[in-house]
């Protein structure tokens, strides 16, 4: 089992639509960072978490420590927010680990 | 905030050739400079990671002598792929702790944005 687990793994939505991105994980972390990559492969960093909410334009992020799982939530999403977004998780021995992406589609 | 600059973003190279990767830490002094790489539909992993100053730390399974690391000064690590292959065609990506901040805010870690290469 994947030590960070993003759901889901794949998501296409029309335009407009709330958008909810998952990440669930298994280990002690000291903070959760949420990422935009292009399909150039360019990333970009969105958010960095360590408890409560954080909140970017359209961009929303959640952590809850106790249950180990983070959401991030896109509102009136558009065509260019069409990306891979990647949760990664602080390991308390400062490695990075990342979730295997997910990616979003969406349609004009 | 933090700005984390690599380059070059793409890079296409002959098979034997060698490739240089920056990562620099443009506003902040980074001891520590991590390495990861991403194979295409899979997550980032770790390759290894730069101490300024010191050896790099290699994960598991990557050749240090494929991949040279050198983290000469606190604003600049760089990633030397040698006698490049086919197969080492990946994005590469680094991140920098900005530990000046870390008592104030928390864990920072700050990425570039990417180098993709392609060896042919």
């Known amino acids: 089992k994947n030590e960070v687990e993003q759901s889901p793994q794949n998501l296409t939505a029309q335009e407009g639509e709330f958008i909810t991105i998952n990440c669930s994980y298994s280990v002690g972390i000291s903070a959760l960072h949420w990422l935009q990559q292009h399909p150039g492969g360019g990333i970009v960093s969105l958010f960095m978490l360590s408890s409560g909410k954080k909140k970017h334009g359209r961009l929303i992020a959640t952590i809850n420590i106790q249950e180990k799982h983070s959401s991030l939530h896109i509102t009136a999403s558009h065509p260019r927010d069409s990306a891979v977004y990647i949760c990664?998780?602080?390991?308390?021995?400062?490695?990075?680990?990342f979730g295997k992406g997910t990616r979003l589609h969406i349609l004009p | 905030g933090a700005v984390v600059s690599q380059h070059p973003s793409r890079v296409i190279c002959k098979s034997g050739t060698s490739v240089k990767i920056e990562c620099r830490s443009l506003?902040?002094?980074?001891?520590?400079m991590f390495w990861y790489r991403q194979f295409p539909k899979q997550s980032l992993m770790l390759m290894a990671t730069?101490?300024?100053?010191?050896?790099?730390?290699?994960e598991q399974g990557v050749e240090k002598d494929k991949f040279l690391i050198n983290h000469a000064s606190l604003t600049l690590s760089t990633l030397t792929v040698t006698s490049a292959h086919p197969e080492d065609s990946s994005f590469y990506i680094c991140?920098?702790?900005?530990?000046?901040?870390?008592?104030?805010?928390?864990?920072?870690?700050?990425f570039g944005q990417g180098t993709r290469l392609t060896v042919v």
């Open positions: 730069s101490n300024e100053g010191s050896k790099a730390t290699y």
């Open positions: 990664a998780v602080r390991h308390r021995d400062d490695k990075i680990i």
């Open positions: 506003d902040f002094q980074a001891t520590t």
């Open positions: 991140s920098a702790d900005d530990y000046g901040n870390r008592l104030i805010r928390g864990t920072e870690a700050f």
